[in-house]
């Protein structure tokens, strides 16, 4: 890597008389050192700023830098740079104008000094400088390497705001528009059904569209419900289960009237989404009563284990259980392992709780094996 | 014979006004019902500009159900003009949507609906409506199917 253009290899120099600077250049210039002659400081200070490799200059001319132009320019040097400087002082000298000037990369030489040793000091002065300004082009790289990233996540972050957008105006479109046609099926059927004269078989073909527009209205709002606890921001608070789980079972009345649910208190509060929640523990609660083999009652076990900073709730039925081997596909979405003539739903349920417990920081887990009933887990953060 | 109070209904979709009538057909009232397809057609009506001065042909409804996804002017739209004149500040305005969206549920609230039903409207929905929100000039045909306002 080269210095990014001539000036930055030069050496400047600044001798108490023209003739002494030219005889500096001249002997340097045998060496194969490129250096330029500054009348005074302030020359100086304005090549520096252009770009220079070192400054060779004596005591006297910093002591004579009343206004500390140089010392002021140098200070506030960028952090890749410490510009050379190699200062010739007096022989035996005890360099006392300089203690300030030595925060800065200063060299001291000793007048009288021969060529050999100025050519040593100023190549190892230049070959410093080629370092530093390798430094200023990586440093370079480096920033112009975060800006593009930095406008990246700002395109990709517009991008999926976007998304979102798109995804909100979707199930508001899902909610409005898709079940606009469904409730007039629905509601023709129904008048159909009223009219005098239709044959029993036209009865029956009635019954089936309306059961079919009833059951796409379910889907319809298992979507809608699963596109809403995956998208927005959500307030996780304290929530005490033993609220929580009553007013379930007083929303559902179903729940207690089809099953035997035992409660084991008393319940701790957990951090989570209120809203979210009760559709977790309503959709695993209703699935552990509907998936029954013919003719058992359903008896259903919720309790709660503590678990480090978590909570875990179980709850336990006398179903038929699952297949180890579905264990994955039930939490996916229209993941069902069963007819929808054996057992009614849309497959979107799990699928729910899944992406609801995660939207709250939390998990569930299944435990079950054929006709030994399932326990579902549900681990959420303790509250404290 | 006093011919009875009128109904708005706010709606473009010829398939919900039918379900509309025939909730109310089914809960036996009788009063007649008034159109309007769009949000501008509903704002005319009741301000009784243009044809809608002929108040004989169009009389003031006694309460208006308002849809809210409306071509040209939406019901959130039409609630707010409503409410904000001064004559119409006391009409009941019903909310009459597909959406049960919290958002929409609670703009139309804020707005100053005076109730919310998610579509499709039922005979007994539009009875229980009748009954908590006072509404003795409703006319129910004797003998309907779901029964008389208590």
Same mark, same amino acid.
């Given at each position: 890597v080269s210095a990014n253009n001539d000036s930055d290899e030069r050496l400047l120099v600044l001798m108490p008389t023209a003739k002494d600077a030219e005889r500096v250049v001249t002997g340097l210039a045998q060496t194969n050192i490129s250096a330029f002659a500054c009348q005074d400081i302030l020359e100086m200070c304005g090549e520096i700023e252009r770009g220079a490799g070192a400054a060779l200059l004596t005591e006297e001319a910093i002591v004579a830098d009343h206004t500390g132009h140089l010392k002021c320019l140098l200070q506030a040097e960028p952090a890749w740079s410490g510009f050379p400087l190699i200062v010739l002082v007096r022989? !035996? !000298?005890? %360099?006392? %104008?300089l203690p300030d000037a030595l925060a800065l990369n200063v060299t001291l030489v000793e007048r009288p000094l021969r060529m050999v040793t100025l050519k040593s000091v100023v190549d190892t002065a230049l070959r410093h400088r080629r370092r530093q300004y390798q430094l200023r082009s990586v440093l370079e790289e480096l920033e112009r390497t975060n800006r593009q990233l930095e406008l990246r996540v700002q395109q990709r972050t517009a991008r999926l705001e976007e998304s979102i957008g798109e995804l909100e105006a979707f199930s508001y479109s899902v909610s409005h528009d898709l079940r606009s046609p469904l409730r007039a099926m629905q509601g023709y059927a129904e008048a159909l059904l009223e009219e005098? =004269?239709?044959s029993e078989q036209g009865r029956g073909y009635l019954s089936r569209i309306q059961r079919s527009a009833a059951r796409l209205d379910l889907l319809i709002q298992d979507v809608l419900a699963y596109s809403k606890v995956s998208k927005g921001d959500i307030k996780l608070e304290r929530i005490s289960l033993e609220a929580l789980l009553d007013e379930i079972l007083r929303g559902y009345p179903e729940l207690t009237e089809k099953a035997t649910i035992t409660i084991e208190r008393p319940l701790p509060s957990v951090i989570a989404h209120e809203a979210y929640l009760t559709q977790c523990l309503a959709n695993l609660l209703s699935n552990a009563i509907k &998936?029954? %083999?013919? =003719?058992v009652h359903p008896r259903v076990r919720v309790w709660v284990e503590s678990s480090g900073n978590f909570v875990k709730i179980y709850c336990k039925d006398? @179903?038929? =259980?699952?297949d180890p081997a579905h264990r994955a596909q039930i &939490?996916?979405? &229209? @993941?069902?392992?069963?007819s929808e003539k054996t057992f009614a739903g849309t497959g979107i349920g799990l699928a729910i709780v899944k992406k609801a417990m995660e939207r709250m920081g939390g998990s569930v887990e299944v435990e079950s094996e054929l006709n030994r009933g399932s326990r579902f887990c549900l681990s959420l953060p303790k509250a404290a | 014979m006093k011919t009875p109070d009128a109904i708005l209904l706010v709606e473009d979709n010829e398939d919900d006004v039918f379900l509309m009538q025939r909730a109310l057909k089914r809960a036996g009232i009788i009063n007649p019902v008034q159109l309007a397809e769009d949000g501008r057609i509903a704002i005319d009506y009741l301000s009784g500009s243009g044809k809608f001065s002929d108040r004989a042909a169009y009389p003031v409804p006694k309460a208006v159900f308002l /849809? $809210? +996804? $409306?071509?040209? +002017? /939406?019901g959130f739209e039409v609630l707010s003009w409503i409410r904000s004149q001064p004559e119409l500040k006391e009409m009941p305005v019903i909310i009459l949507s597909s959406s049960s969206e919290p958002a929409d549920v609670d703009r139309a609230a804020e707005l100053g609906s005076n109730s919310y039903m998610v579509k499709p409207p039922t005979g007994p929905g539009i009875l229980n409506l009748a009954k908590m929100l006072n509404w003795d000039w409703l006319k129910i045909q004797p003998g309907a199917s779901f029964g008389k306002l208590v």
């Amino acid at each position: 890597v080269s210095a990014n253009n001539d000036s930055d290899e030069r050496l400047l120099v600044l001798m108490p008389t023209a003739k002494d600077a030219e005889r500096v250049v001249t002997g340097l210039a045998q060496t194969n050192i490129s250096a330029f002659a500054c009348q005074d400081i302030l020359e100086m200070c304005g090549e520096i700023e252009r770009g220079a490799g070192a400054a060779l200059l004596t005591e006297e001319a910093i002591v004579a830098d009343h206004t500390g132009h140089l010392k002021c320019l140098l200070q506030a040097e960028p952090a890749w740079s410490g510009f050379p400087l190699i200062v010739l002082v007096r022989e !035996g !000298g005890k %360099a006392h %104008a300089l203690p300030d000037a030595l925060a800065l990369n200063v060299t001291l030489v000793e007048r009288p000094l021969r060529m050999v040793t100025l050519k040593s000091v100023v190549d190892t002065a230049l070959r410093h400088r080629r370092r530093q300004y390798q430094l200023r082009s990586v440093l370079e790289e480096l920033e112009r390497t975060n800006r593009q990233l930095e406008l990246r996540v700002q395109q990709r972050t517009a991008r999926l705001e976007e998304s979102i957008g798109e995804l909100e105006a979707f199930s508001y479109s899902v909610s409005h528009d898709l079940r606009s046609p469904l409730r007039a099926m629905q509601g023709y059927a129904e008048a159909l059904l009223e009219e005098k =004269g239709l044959s029993e078989q036209g009865r029956g073909y009635l019954s089936r569209i309306q059961r079919s527009a009833a059951r796409l209205d379910l889907l319809i709002q298992d979507v809608l419900a699963y596109s809403k606890v995956s998208k927005g921001d959500i307030k996780l608070e304290r929530i005490s289960l033993e609220a929580l789980l009553d007013e379930i079972l007083r929303g559902y009345p179903e729940l207690t009237e089809k099953a035997t649910i035992t409660i084991e208190r008393p319940l701790p509060s957990v951090i989570a989404h209120e809203a979210y929640l009760t559709q977790c523990l309503a959709n695993l609660l209703s699935n552990a009563i509907k &998936f029954v %083999a013919p =003719g058992v009652h359903p008896r259903v076990r919720v309790w709660v284990e503590s678990s480090g900073n978590f909570v875990k709730i179980y709850c336990k039925d006398n @179903g038929i =259980g699952i297949d180890p081997a579905h264990r994955a596909q039930i &939490f996916q979405l &229209f @993941g069902r392992v069963h007819s929808e003539k054996t057992f009614a739903g849309t497959g979107i349920g799990l699928a729910i709780v899944k992406k609801a417990m995660e939207r709250m920081g939390g998990s569930v887990e299944v435990e079950s094996e054929l006709n030994r009933g399932s326990r579902f887990c549900l681990s959420l953060p303790k509250a404290a | 014979m006093k011919t009875p109070d009128a109904i708005l209904l706010v709606e473009d979709n010829e398939d919900d006004v039918f379900l509309m009538q025939r909730a109310l057909k089914r809960a036996g009232i009788i009063n007649p019902v008034q159109l309007a397809e769009d949000g501008r057609i509903a704002i005319d009506y009741l301000s009784g500009s243009g044809k809608f001065s002929d108040r004989a042909a169009y009389p003031v409804p006694k309460a208006v159900f308002l /849809d $809210l +996804k $409306l071509p040209i +002017k /939406d019901g959130f739209e039409v609630l707010s003009w409503i409410r904000s004149q001064p004559e119409l500040k006391e009409m009941p305005v019903i909310i009459l949507s597909s959406s049960s969206e919290p958002a929409d549920v609670d703009r139309a609230a804020e707005l100053g609906s005076n109730s919310y039903m998610v579509k499709p409207p039922t005979g007994p929905g539009i009875l229980n409506l009748a009954k908590m929100l006072n509404w003795d000039w409703l006319k129910i045909q004797p003998g309907a199917s779901f029964g008389k306002l208590v």
